[in-house]
């Protein structure tokens, strides 16, 4: 996987009236790192072979006794966004840009799985996590923003992980999940020897 541009540094013309005028980089202009680059970022530890893929997920294994997924709910522009109809945009309406999507409901299976432990790492990036956009809003800083203000947000702006151990005997495991819209969870599986 690869991606276009690293920061919005490069940006010929940026809406200067808001701090995130919505480049396609990675990184703010200020440093801050938007939700792709927390997608990417966990999208670079796969080093395992594909071994299923759906409309919303794909799962990997390295054969052995580890298996990462990532799940996600994309959810796609309108068609004005496409035409360059939509004109700019302050934090508040960025939303508006794109089609209503519910949350989808997303169940996966694991089997023959060797019994035992496993230990499960869960990395999710959604509009309260690793939201730059949603941290300014969160934060009230919508213009005139200052250094300090910047330092705040690149401290607030992270994905969430969190990590738990599971005893699997039944050779089974199941995942039900929801997911909202614009939300990306990664798995980390992995047998405790």
């Known amino acids: 996987m690869a991606y276009w541009q690293l920061s919005d540094l490069n940006i010929e013309s940026p809406d ?3 701090p995130f005028f919505g480049g396609s980089g990675l990184l703010s202009i200020d440093g801050i790192p938007k939700p792709g680059y927390f997608v990417l970022k966990n999208f670079s530890q796969f080093r395992e072979q594909l071994v299923e893929k759906g409309r919303n997920y794909f799962i990997c ?5 580890t298996y990462s997924i990532v799940l996600f709910n994309y959810v796609h ?3 004005p966004v496409y035409l360059g109809d939509s004109g700019p945009a302050s934090p508040d309406t960025v939303y508006s840009a794109f089609k209503d999507s519910p949350t989808e409901d997303i169940t996966i299976y694991l089997d023959n799985l060797i019994p035992g432990q496993y230990r499960i790492i869960s990395t999710t990036v959604n509009r309260k996590n690793g939201s730059v956009l949603d941290s ?4 009230g800083v919508s213009a005139n923003i ?12 992270h994905p969430i992980t969190m990590s738990n151990i599971e005893d699997i005997q039944n050779g089974h495991m ?5 997911l909202l819209p614009h939300e ?3 798995y ?6």
């Open 16 to 18: 200067v009236r808001y």
């Open 61 to 65: 294994s390295n054969a052995i006794n």
């Open 77 to 79: 522009p309108t068609e």
């Open 136 to 139: 300014l809003i969160h934060y």
């Open 146 to 157: 200052q250094a300090e203000d910047i330092e705040h947000l690149k401290e607030m702006v």
């Open 174 to 178: 199941e995942f039900h999940v929801q």
């Open 184 to 186: 990306v969870r990664f």
């Open 188 to 193: 980390k599986i992995t047998r405790q020897l």
